[in-house]
């Protein structure tokens, strides 16, 4: 995971410094301390596999037209001209000076289910961690990043800046944010209501749909997107996210845990969920029960697989016990894949899955 591999001789310290303060009492010395450790042990490695090429992070969002040359194996054939192939009997590709900064948005799941983690790092954890490796690596360029975070709703919207201490300055809020787990029970307890437009959904729902048609709006200049969340949501968020993608750069990063994906024998306990605070009695010592379980997940992989298809979105999966090095450079290879490929996302998705 994210944090710097501890010493030898202390192990425990070095482990403990590495987490970030408790919700709520973040001072600004610990977003310093957390971005300084990432920049020491992830960004430095990174460094290292980019070999100075950044170009394979996004692309930049002004194009003006370079250069004609004749096509070579590789290239991207939608940057074919047509006219000119037609004309020279050869096909010939279009080559473009890129803008050399653009603008990142990071869409942010801070509800419930995200402050889940079975071991000493939650999803919010990852979340925050992703987002301070990938803000510097973006600022580092001259890019300006922002982003926009739900938590029972859209309550937080950082403008889009650049620089070191931009990125400081959004860590320090991420990290100070009360967790959520528990807020939307508790509205639910009230009688709160579902959203609009999100029928039939229970109280406490997390609604991807309203982070994503807000981005939409919100952001008017093509640029490039990180939608971060486990997709643990009500349903009708994928039409949304098909319109942003296709105005803007979207990735989708799943942030999942182990634990969610298969339950260990611990005999009869009580299931909670995160964001309706609804609670179920089961015996996780059932085999059968265990078997439901995991074939349910499958399940809904299958569907998150075709929703991101549908949406033409590529997504990479990041879990609580991943190297977050190993995870970002999926990332990278992802992109390389992207710009040499001229296909749908979903088969970019599993060519990069596998």
Known sequence: MPTRPPPPEAPRRAHEAAEPALPGRVSPHEAERLLSQLEWTV?????????????????????????????????????????????????????????????????????????????????????????????????????QVGCIVYGDRVDTIIPAGSGRAHVLQMLHRLMARPSARGDAAKAARRGARPLKGAKGAA??????????????ALMRRRCAVFVVSDFISAPGWTQPLGW???????????????????????????????????????????????????EAVARHDEQLAVAFSDAGVDVIEMATDDDLVDALWRFLNLRKLRLRVA????????????
């Open 43 to 143: 960004l430095r490695r990174l460094d290292g596999l980019l070999e100075g090429d950044y170009r394979t992070l996004l692309r930049g969002m002004g194009l003006d037209l370079a250069d004609l040359r004749e096509y070579q194996t590789h290239d991207d054939v939608r940057y074919i001209d047509w006219n000119v192939t037609a004309r020279m009997n050869t096909p010939y590709v279009r080559e473009f000076q890129q803008d050399r900064e653009l603008s990142a948005w990071f869409l942010l799941d801070l509800s419930g289910s995200v402050d889940f983690g079975a071991a000493q790092v939650s999803k919010r954890d990852v979340v925050i961690a992703f987002v301070a490796v990938m803000a510097r690596l973006l600022t580092r360029r001259g890019n």
């Open 203 to 216: 109280p406490g729902e997390t609604h991807l749909d309203a982070l994503l048609t807000r981005a939409g």
């Open 244 to 294: 942003l993608a296709q105005r803007h750069d979207v990735l989708a990063v799943r942030v999942v845990d182990p634990l969610e994906r298969a339950l260990p024998d611990l005999g009869i306990v009580t299931l909670q969920d995160a964001e309706t605070g609804q609670q179920q009695l089961v015996d996780t010592h059932d085999r059968a029960f265990r078997h439901r379980f995991e």
């Open 343 to 354: 296909s749908g996302g979903g088969a970019v998705a599993a060519a990069a899955r596998s």
